[in-house]
């Protein structure tokens, strides 16, 4: 063993400086880059301590563990999040380097400082472009030269974006470098783009407030005076232990990474692994999809799974002493129910695990848009869990708005009991009753009727007129969707809503209107008014560029029909906004806020309490 283990001591420059054909690896079963400003914030801001510092020892950057059985292939156990951030920091470096070298005044004073500079460039071209001294100048008239050539491969079934490194690495400038980055659908300015050119754009805006002198004493300590400790093993066997184990300086390892990692060691035993990485790929794919939907994201789904085996199996229901009955609602966490308790049953078929996960990804891919699906993510995390057990008894072309909707409004009536409550989730009136249920959800042998009177019985334990006085002292946003939802299904109208939108306030919170406003309202005390604002009766769904236009005005000018080329409840889709267009008055007071508030809570009580069907 003893033999196998070759630690050193290395420089940064050293330390990614490889031989001939030599190159990193990502392996298949690490994380994607996961590092964000965050942390590349605490990078930057050791190295900048530890240059200001002006101290004799080195700054140690922690361990990385490589395994070197594989020819040419340095394949990173751990470090692989720094390694590439160190990458992405040389490029940024080096740009600025080659930025300032020509710049230089070649004179008596600065020619040991254009001189240093163009030494620190040859070092990190040598890392980037494998550029031996006598190439430097040819690659930087010809830029062609610098492409591709491999430094690190990213091999992860967990990683998206498995060429963005080598892009910026290969790109001539930060312009070219952004013009090429892959660019996220539906995001803004910089949450557009990945970790790995949000980390290269910070290093190289930070280097662009140093001079040239600076940028040559960061380059030289960053280069030369930080350091790793890098093991290099040459059993690879031990890989999937030490990574589990090791993960000396990064972020801590999500759920999803160590149970990728272990499955993709099952897949590689029985020859599966080519197949596995596909499809866990795409199942990566898809999940990234609904993260950035707010759906789901990979953990998640790998919770619900576990959900879904443990009502499979029955583990919620326990056999008391006397022969009776009980639900357990003790949960064990994500990583060991995977990787011990259940780890022969869940991860012994790598390909039929992931099948598995695919098909709850597909499922939300499924449902996402639907009205009522939306309007249930508005509430507390934990209907996913159940709404996804429901959906496992569904083939993905079978599930349809029509099938689902009376379990979903079931699950939505007890959450709502939830939000306006003074009781959590884990109390028994919750998770018990829902652990039990899960059982039953996820059982096709289960009729919906049958489901439903479950709910209505258990529903049946609190009292309406509690729930009323609850909802009507509410003054969050969750219920104002809940309220648009079952005013538009009174009046058989349409119902759904997008992301961005606006909660408007019928009377304004504030303006420089408020005062008068309130005043004509007939509200005189200022703690009254700003109860009286937040009731759901003063609170409706408004486009964001309708409330934006007249959200601070008078009632008269928002419910009017014509005010000249500016927006008003008329242009709303929303079925409230679009009746108060209508309404007999041209004030809103606060008579009128009670009066809507009681209707949303007659309504909303009707809706828990089933009195409505």
């Known amino acids: 063993m003893a033999t196998s283990i070759n630690p050193e001591l290395k420089s940064i420059s050293r330390y990614l400086k490889l031989d001939k054909n030599k190159y990193f690896v990502i392996p298949e079963y690490q994380r994607g880059y996961s590092w964000t400003i965050s942390q590349c914030e605490k990078l930057w801001n050791d190295i900048e301590s530890f240059v200001e510092s002006d101290g004799d020892d080195n700054y140690f950057f922690g361990t990385v563990i490589i395994d070197c059985s594989h020819s040419n292939q340095l394949s990173l156990i751990d470090g692989q999040q720094r390694t590439t951030t160190f990458l992405l920091l040389l490029k940024a470096l080096l740009l600025h380097i080659n930025k300032i070298i020509p710049k230089i005044v070649d004179d008596e004073v600065l020619r040991g400082l254009k001189s240093g500079l163009e030494d620190r460039q ?228 790598p390909l039929e695990l992931c099948q598995k996960l695919t098909d709850i990804a597909n499922k939300w891919e499924k449902v996402q848009e639907y009205p009522i699906v939306k309007l249930m993510l508005k509430n507390n995390e934990n209907i996913k869990l159940f709404l996804a057990g429901y959906l496992y008894r569904f083939d993905v072309d079978d599930i349809s708005q029509e099938n689902i909707s009376t379990v979903c409004e079931s699950l939505l009536r007890l959450f709502t009991l939830l939000e306006v409550g003074h009781l959590g989730y884990s109390s028994s009136k919750f998770k018990t009753f829902l652990f039990g249920e899960i059982v039953k959800l996820i059982d096709k042998n289960i009729s919906i009727d049958e489901i439903k009177q479950n709910f209505d019985k258990h529903i049946s334990q609190w009292q309406p007129e509690d729930v009323k006085i609850l909802i009507s002292d509410y003054d969050k946003n969750i219920l104002v969707f809940l309220n648009e939802y079952l005013f538009a299904k009174q009046k058989d109208l349409p119902f759904d809503f997008v992301e961005s939108v606006n909660i408007e306030h019928i009377m304004p919170a504030s303006g420089r209107n408020i005062d008068t406003i309130r005043q004509d309202a007939n509200i005189a005390d200022i703690d009254e008014f700003k109860s009286l604002v937040n009731k759901i009766g003063n609170k ?74």
């Open 540 to 613: 409706i769904l408004l486009e964001g560029d309708v409330n934006k236009s007249i959200g601070k005005d008078w009632f008269k000018t928002k419910k009017q029909n014509t005010i000249g080329d500016r927006k008003g409840y008329k242009d709303s889709k929303y079925a409230i906004a679009k009746s108060l267009v209508d309404y007999s008055k041209d004030q809103w007071e606060k008579d009128d806020i009670l009066t809507a508030t009681d209707e949303a809570v007659a309504r909303i009580s009707d809706f828990i309490f089933a009195k409505n069907k």
């Open 122 to 349: 040859k070092v990190i071209m040598s890392i980037l472009y494998r550029a031996k001294p006598i190439d430097v100048v040819d690659m930087l008239e010809n830029t062609e030269k610098i492409k591709n050539i491999l430094i690190l491969q990213n091999n992860s079934i967990n990683e998206l974006h498995h060429d963005e490194l080598n892009k910026i690495i290969e790109a001539e400038n930060f312009d070219i470098a952004q013009k090429n980055a892959f660019k996220i659908p539906r995001k803004q300015k910089d949450n557009q783009y990945t970790n790995h050119f949000r980390n290269f754009k910070f290093f190289y805006e930070q280097l662009a407030d140093k001079s040239e002198s600076q940028i040559y004493k960061f380059a030289e300590i960053f280069l030369d005076e930080c350091e790793v400790i890098a093991i290099r093993s040459e059993q690879t066997e031990q890989a999937i232990t030490m990574f589990n184990s090791l993960n000396s300086t990064g972020l801590p390892l999500s759920d999803s990474d160590i149970i990728s990692a272990q499955l993709y060691a099952n897949a590689k035993k029985d020859d599966m692994h080519e197949k596995f990485n596909e499809n866990w790929a795409d199942l990566n794919k898809l999940a990234s999809r609904l993260n950035q939907s707010k759906i789901v994201n990979l953990d998640n789904i790998l919770q619900q799974y576990m959900y879904i085996h443990r009502a499979i199996g029955n583990e919620y229901v326990k056999t008391k002493d006397d022969g009776g009955l009980s639900i357990d609602v003790t949960t064990p966490g994500l990583r060991r129910y995977y990787t011990e308790i259940k780890k022969d049953d869940l991860l012994t078929n």
